[in-house]
């Protein structure tokens, strides 16, 4: 098992350095001069070639690549992520940290939502088989993976804030903030969810230990609880762990909508504003999240699964 | 239990505890808003940034609020701040201030001639940022020869010399010991003033929250606390303002003429629209190949509908504008004949200039295409618009358009190092007009310096402004204004659009909502419920 | 195949509406009332009307016009982008998976790269990086998606690729190529028809989100997602912007997805049950 794990772990470390030369390869690759933009953005009055040879200078950026690299990947060890384009007085790594609380937030109301809605309506579908409430929730699920997340969630914001004047439209004052945003999130993932709980269960369903506890004559509510679900609930878990970082990043969209101040609408108004550094970052963080997480959740899910973990020991 | 009954009861419960979250949302809402009497909730597109007096990298609606200058500047003039008078010397050289006595900063500093000059020298150390001010460039000495008494020294008599002390910035006395060693460039330890508040908490990119300055030395103002909410999004400001999250929007380019127009008759909130403040303005870049010759550049004088945008897009409550300054704009009653909207005009003097029309709709000369691209603000709500519509307009007359919305940052960078074929130009308006927009050409403030590179004649324009600001002679600067202003208007280097004006809207209760002589400021000391 | 193909209402209906949909997009000169980029500043917002069915939007251009011009953007781009993908990512896992070896370790190493970042972000750093332009849009998203279709196709080819008439073909002498392309091909295509359906609908929702972003399509070209960008700017004085644009998408998306799972059902019935 621990083999298992160290394996794991050290398959995963040529992954990381291939994404963080991937994002250090990308903000050399952008079409302006660096030194000049950096100059350009601390409002120096007039630039000459000298002094954009100096910037370039201080700024390191005469020096072999892999040097520059290195250095990189050190200054991102010591969460040093240098400094926004946009506004000169605020390092990468503070906006970033800024903005993280709201997403997460988000991304865990969601998560909680989907979670609470999903596994419910997925067991009854299941149980259900075919009956009018099945029949009904999968033409919702389809219904609901073409409509893209944004138009969702203006019509919610029409209806509910605007209409009748239930919520809040935007930012993130309070809890009742949160009800709308994490609402339309959760509706893109929700179909997914109860999807994979009903396949799951009915195929666990079709299992032999299912037909051995019926002919034993253990009552339905106990096999499909206490077996079923449970062995459902680990594939599921599973699932739900490796989506956290796409649920973090998928939190954009809906971010620019209900202008929740998150990581989202950062990412969005870098882009826009050229902010190299930030972007930069923020898919290197993100991508760093996918790796481990990825990684957590596949030896999580060993472990939890006898199944598995006799494979593999 | 039933099967069904256990679903029909899980539903029921979800539907129960939405509907009651709703409720009791909306009544905590109205409990809120009853309460306020002395505090206001104010909003801006962006965060307050760096207030530095000295600087230009904060929202100068905040700074005002701060900070006081040697004087104010209002519609009849000049009116003391920190200073109670001042005297002029006869040869237009040596400005005299007789500093006004017990002002105090706002962590108890005395403010005194000592302190002006502190901050002056601060300033001056950093000259080369402030190269748009004609007066910097002038500069010989400042003293303070006794606590009460401030003299600024000149090398030639400049006219507009109190309107350039008594803008926001940077003339805005901060206490010396906010200053690092003297200095002010790289910064300073706090945001500390004489104003009429002070910021009290703040969070970045959130709210900020100001507070009645108890040490203020002037009228004490009604609203005691002012929180400003960072709300980037047009229709997000409105909404709030409609639920009562904020009570006040107020602003040039902060809300569009269709909400503008919807409130008009509300009961429930008041929409306030002030005098012209400025011209909306596109400057063509005469660096660029096409743009160099100036019968491309008349042809899309003539093929903008000015009356059409002022209509369509403000529902007439921006006027057209003809001229880059208004006539009501000192020194600019002047004639100039417009460029009317004519598109067979357009047409022909693109036809003379060698474009002819390809089969796809789009003019071509030697194989390139007449296609340009118009950068603007996507911070600003009605560019986009005016930018589509041109966009199409101009496609009418063979003119490719490309639009390109850039947020207020990367849009000023671009402006500035002249990376655009067409954009919206930045205009200051009163009290900066028209001297300081002049000024300001012969540099590269904004755009203006690198769209007029391609001039033949911009040497001369440059040193007719010269002289005009160190001019003495009235009848002089008239003649120097009317020369520089027709020969930019012959050289249909701006394409005048309509006339700005400052927007307010409002809950109904508030009271005191007015315009000052800036439009970047916001008069929160004169308004009440 | 055709046959049980044609058997199955869901996937003939909706295939017709996809094709109907489709050849409204290429007529739209013929059918559209009005030029879509014809602005009338002073009949924005104008309600329904015989001369304008769906009404104006902010500029005065047809609402309807838009919609039917917009066919063009929405399906083509996601179409364009699906051929990218599907290319790419078919010639990576032929190659992977016929080939193996050491090109095989090398494509897959970097189809893992590929597929541990998250899409979404992927796309929107190769736009900051490239500039703001659709064409970058369709360059991230098959940059992005080549990956999970090279993996799909290696598994497929490394299923068949021993097959007992593959090795006969060898054995008679056939060129690999021919190999590939005859006897290959068409034992994918089946899997491959049905990933492309069901994706093409994330394509087209991918293309639409990054639009109403304002990274994607450009005004004033009339993409579904970018007509929905310029509706949430008018949401509280005109909120009736957003629906034509949102529903088109919600059915276009909606046919392809059926589709998608009516050829499943087609293809393979043991998955159907």
Same mark, same amino acid.
């Given at each position: 098992m621990r083999n298992y794990i160290i394996k794991r772990v050290l398959g995963a470390i040529p992954l990381l350095i291939c994404i963080s030369f991937l994002c250090f390869v990308f903000i050399n @690759?952008?079409? /302006?001069d660096p030194a000049e933009v950096a100059l350009r953005v601390s409002q120096v009055p007039v630039i000459t070639e000298e002094i954009i040879a100096e910037t370039r200078a201080a700024m390191g950026l005469d020096k072999p690549y892999l040097v520059r690299y290195l250095d990189w990947v050190i200054n991102c060890l010591h969460l040093d992520f240098g400094i926004s384009y946009t506004n000169p007085d605020r390092t990468v790594g503070g906006e970033l940290l800024r903005c993280l609380p709201a997403t997460l937030v988000l991304a865990g109301a969601s998560l909680v939502l989907v979670i609470f809605l999903s596994l419910p309506i997925g067991f009854f579908c299941a149980v259900y088989k075919d009956s009018w409430f099945d029949r009904i929730t999968r033409g919702f699920i389809f219904m609901t993976t073409a409509m893209p997340a944004y138009w969702v969630g203006l019509l919610l914001m029409w209806l509910? /804030?605007?209409?009748?004047? @239930? @919520?809040?439209?935007?930012?993130?004052?309070?809890?009742k903030h949160l009800i709308l945003p994490a609402f339309t999130v959760s509706l893109t993932y929700i179909s997914t969810y109860i999807r994979l709980i009903r396949n799951n269960m009915l195929e666990n369903m079709k299992e032999d230990y299912v037909l051995y506890a019926n002919v034993r004559g253990l009552p339905q509510k106990s096999i499909l609880v206490k077996h079923i679900l449970k062995n459902s609930l680990h594939t599921c878990i599973v699932a739900v762990g490796m989506s956290i970082p796409q649920l973090i990043a998928g939190t954009i969209v809906v971010e620019n909508v209900f202008a929740w101040p998150g990581l989202g609408t950062l990412c969005i108004t870098s882009i826009f504003n050229r902010d190299y550094p930030v972007i930069q970052t923020y898919v290197l963080l993100i991508g760093v999240l996918f790796v481990v997480f990825n990684l957590l959740f596949d030896i999580i899910q060993t472990i939890a699964d006898p199944r598995l973990k006799n494979e593999v020991s | 239990m039933n099967k069904k009954s256990f679903i029909a009861l899980g539903l029921m419960a979800a539907m129960s505890l939405t509907i009651l979250t709703g409720c009791g949302g909306s009544s905590n809402d109205s409990k809120a808003s009853t309460a306020k009497k002395e505090d206001l909730v104010f909003v801006n597109?962006? +965060?307050?940034? *760096?207030?530095?007096?000295?600087?230009?990298?904060?929202?100068m609606y905040a700074q005002e609020m701060l900070y006081d200058g040697l004087v104010n500047i209002t519609a009849d003039g000049y009116e003391g701040a920190l200073a109670e008078s001042w005297t002029i010397s006869d040869d237009g050289k040596v400005y005299t201030f007789k500093i006004r006595k017990g002002v105090k900063f706002s962590n108890g500093e005395i403010c005194d001639a000592n302190a002006i000059l502190a901050n002056f020298n601060a300033i001056i150390e950093n000259k080369a940022r402030h190269t748009w001010l004609e007066m910097m460039n002038l500069l010989v000495s400042v003293s303070a020869p006794d606590a009460d008494t401030f003299v600024i020294e000149l090398s030639k008599p400049y006219y507009p010399m109190l309107t350039e002390l008594g803008v926001?910035? %940077?003339?805005a006395m901060i206490a010396p010991s906010a200053m690092k060693n003297g200095s002010t460039k790289d910064g300073v330890n706090g945001y500390i003033?004489?104003?009429?508040? &002070?910021?009290s908490k703040f969070e970045t990119d959130k709210y900020a929250i100001f507070e009645a300055n %108890? *040490?203020?030395?002037g009228k004490k103002p009604e609203i005691k606390t002012i929180t400003v909410k960072v709300i980037p999004d047009n229709q997000t400001r409105i909404l709030a303002l409609e639920k009562g999250e904020i009570d006040l929007i107020f602003g040039? *380019?902060?809300?569009d003429a269709d909400a503008v127009n919807k409130y008009?008759? *509300?009961?429930k909130f008041k929409v306030a629209l002030s005098e012209p403040t400025s011209t909306r303005q596109i400057v063509l870049n005469t660096n660029n190949g096409i743009l160099v010759d100036d019968n491309v550049r008349k042809a899309l004088q003539h093929a903008t509908n000015k009356e059409a945008i002022s209509q369509g897009i403000f529902y007439g409550i921006e006027k057209p504008a +003809?001229?880059?300054?208004?006539?009501? &704009? %000192?020194?600019?009653n002047i004639d100039l004949k417009p460029y009317n909207f004519d598109v067979a005009v357009a047409g022909n003097l693109l036809d003379t200039a060698g474009w002819t029309k390809a089969a796809d709709g789009t003019r071509e000369k030697n194989g390139q295409k007449l296609a340009l691209n118009l950068l603007y603000n996507? +911070?600003? &709500?009605?560019e986009k618009s005016i930018s589509e519509y041109l966009q199409s307009e101009y496609a009418k007359i063979g003119v490719n358009l490309k639009i390109e919305g850039q947020e207020e940052q990367s849009y000023r960078d671009n402006m500035k190092t002249g990376n655009f074929d067409m954009v919206f130009n930045i205009c200051w308006g009163?009290?900066? +007009?028209p001297q300081s927009s002049l000024s300001a050409m012969?540099? %590269? &403030?904004?755009?203006d310096y690198a769209a007029q590179l391609?001039?033949?004649?911009k040497k001369e324009i440059d040193e007719a402004i010269t002289s005009i600001l160190t001019s003495t002679n009235e009848e002089e600067r008239q003649k120097l204004y009317a020369f520089v202003l027709t020969r930019l208007h012959d050289d249909a280097v701006y394409i005048p659009i309509t006339y700005e004006c400052n927007k307010a809207l409002y809950?109904?209760?508030?009271?005191?909502v007015g315009f000052t002589q800036s439009q970047y400021e916001v008069p929160f000391t004169d308004m009440h419920f | 195949m055709l046959k049980k193909f044609l058997e199955n209402k869901m996937a003939v209906a909706m295939t017709g509406l996809v094709f109907i949909i489709a050849l409204i997009g290429l007529f739209a000169p013929v059918l559209?009332?009005?030029? #879509?980029?014809?602005?009338?500043i002073m009949n =924005?917002?104008? =309600?329904?009307?015989?001369?304008y069915p769906l009404g104006t939007d902010h500029l005065g251009r047809c609402v309807l016009s838009r919609m039917i011009y917009g066919i063009r953007p929405t399906l083509g781009l996601a179409t364009l982008t699906m051929f990218g993908t599907i290319g790419l990512g078919a010639f990576m896992g032929f190659m992977a998976g016929y080939f193996r070896g050491w090109i095989d370790e090398i494509i897959m190493r970097v189809v893992d790269v590929m597929l541990s970042f998250p899409s979404q972000i992927m796309v929107f750093a190769v736009v900051a990086l490239l500039g703001i332009d659709v064409r970058n849009v369709i360059l991230a998203n098959v940059f992005i998606k080549w990956a999970w279709y090279a993996r799909m196709i290696r598994a497929g080819v490394l299923k068949y690729r021993d097959k007992n008439y593959i090795q006969f073909s060898r054995c008679v002498g056939n060129k690999e190529s021919f190999i590939l392309l005859r006897h290959l091909l068409p034992s994918i295509s089946s899997e491959l028809a049905v990933l492309a359906s069901l994706d093409i609908g994330w394509a087209i929702i991918n293309i639409s989100t990054l639009s109403f972003l304002g990274l994607g399509v450009q005004a004033p070209v009339p993409e579904w997602g970018a007509m929905l960008n310029e509706a949430k700017n008018v949401l509280t004085t005109n #909120?009736?912007?957003?629906?034509a644009p949102g529903i088109a998408i919600v059915v276009l998306v909606t046919a392809f997805n059926l589709l998608g799972d009516a050829l499943r059902d087609v293809l393979d019935p043991k998955e159907a049950s």
């Open positions: @690759l952008i079409p /302006s509910v /804030s605007i209409k009748f004047d @239930l @919520l809040p439209t935007s930012g993130n004052g309070s809890w | 597109y962006r +965060d307050i940034r *760096n207030l530095n007096p000295h600087l230009y990298a904060g929202e926001t910035r %940077p003339f003033g004489t104003g009429a508040y &002070v910021l %108890p *040490n203020y030395w040039k *380019n902060m809300i008009a008759d *509300n009961k +003809d001229t880059l300054f208004a006539k009501t &704009v %000192p020194y600019c996507s +911070d600003s &709500v009605t009163m009290p900066y +007009d012969r540099a %590269p &403030v904004y755009g391609g001039l033949h004649d809950r109904a209760d508030l009271q005191g | 559209a009332p009005h030029d #879509p980029y014809a602005t009338n =924005k917002f104008a =309600k329904f009307s015989m001369d #909120p009736v912007q957003m629906i």
